[in-house]
């Protein structure tokens, strides 16, 4: 069973910076196919950065150079540095990891950009 938990999110003025971390625990071969969404209200959710089966990585147009994602393998972690905040960041932001088929999700953490 494999469970990720996410932490870091809160309420920040535009411009501001923070710091997501997913943890996951449980039987986890690879970290790498793990990344980062979210979903603001009335929208679907949506990619926002992720590391590929290769290894490499991925950001949506609207946040690169701005955001940030990062791994710590041996604590089966992934962060999300996210600086430069804009209200249309605002949403509730979801690590996921995919592994033998399956594609497990954490529970969401609100990132609000508000002045």
């Known amino acids: 069973q494999v469970h990720l938990v996410e932490s870091g999110g809160g309420l920040v003025q535009p411009g501001g910076s923070l710091r997501l971390s997913c943890a996951a625990t449980?039987?986890?071969?690879?970290?790498?196919?793990m990344g980062w969404y979210r979903q603001a209200p009335g929208k679907q959710r949506e990619l926002v950065a992720t590391f590929t089966t290769a290894g490499s990585t991925n950001y949506r147009d609207s946040v690169k150079g701005r955001f940030t994602i990062s791994r710590d393998n041996g604590k089966n972690t992934v962060y999300l540095q996210m600086n430069s905040l804009k209200p249309e960041d605002t949403a509730v932001y979801y690590c996921?990891?995919?592994?033998?088929?399956?594609?497990?999700w954490g529970q969401g953490t609100q990132v609000t950009v508000s002045s």
């Open positions: 449980g039987r986890i071969f690879t970290i790498n196919p």
């Open positions: 996921n990891l995919y592994q033998s088929g399956n594609s497990y």
